[in-house]
């Protein structure tokens, strides 16, 4: 499978932890997504990398998140000291970085409940 | 800021053709997005359209209006597992993409 996958699926803890998401995109592909999705609603972006470079995160990242990508391949997404607010679906998506790559293709998700 | 308006809920009938809405207001336009997201799975690309028109893909079809801040996607010929959400989502730049709420499709017999 060539796909973007996530690891874990899913993820149980309890409030106080710490915990963090690994996403590995498609090979090819230099940009890599980081969104947040709540039942009912769409993703919201979180943050996003060209190859190693962070080059965009949104102000609902709040300072108990953070996200790298160290060698341009897999990225890590830590939340710490979750809060039972940060229960949700993480996606990650990647796409190739070419005037014509702008499709997004996302992975399976890590669904997270906190308690 | 971006702000984007698509229908909660709609239904149709097996067969038939459906089209669901999206109007958004952004500052800024790269392109618009419509994804289909089953239930407790992953968004899969439908559709893209960055020019004005009609962009036509197998029973899927997307049309956009650049002026009118306005999309929709066509369904054609309905299947029981066209049953999911669409999500309309645009993008600004290289980036961020800033997504709808999702139009939750109800196909039945």
């Known amino acids: 499978d060539t796909g973007v996958s996530q690891n874990p699926r899913h993820k149980i803890t309890k409030r106080g932890q710490n915990v963090t998401f690994r996403c590995d995109p498609i090979s090819e592909h230099n940009r890599l997504y980081w969104y947040r999705q709540t039942l009912g609603q769409g993703p919201e972006f979180l943050t996003y990398?060209?190859?190693?470079?962070?080059?965009?995160k949104s102000r609902l990242l709040s300072d108990r998140f953070s996200a790298e990508r160290p060698k341009g391949s897999f990225s890590t997404l830590e939340i710490q000291r979750t809060e039972q607010g940060d229960s949700a679906m993480y996606l990650c998506?990647?796409?190739?970085?070419?005037?014509?790559?702008?499709?997004?293709?996302f992975g399976p998700g890590t669904r997270l409940l906190v308690l | 800021g971006q702000n984007i308006d698509q229908p909660t809920e709609m239904t149709a009938t097996e067969g038939a053709i459906v089209q669901i809405n999206c109007t958004y207001q952004t500052s800024g336009f790269n392109g618009l997005f419509w994804y289909q997201q089953h239930a407790g799975e992953a968004p899969t690309f439908l559709s893209y359209n960055v020019l004005d028109g009609l962009e036509e893909k197998g029973r899927f079809s997307s049309f956009l209006s650049r002026s009118k801040g306005y999309s929709y996607l066509l369904l054609k010929e309905l299947q029981m597992k066209d049953s999911a959400s669409y999500l309309c989502?645009?993008?600004?730049?290289?980036?961020?993409?800033?997504f709808g709420d999702g139009t939750t499709l109800t196909v039945k017999p």
């Open positions: 998506a990647s796409s190739p970085a070419r005037a014509d790559g702008q499709t997004q293709y």
């Open positions: 989502a645009v993008r600004r730049d290289a980036g961020k993409s800033t």
């Open positions: 990398f060209q190859n190693e470079a962070q080059l965009e």
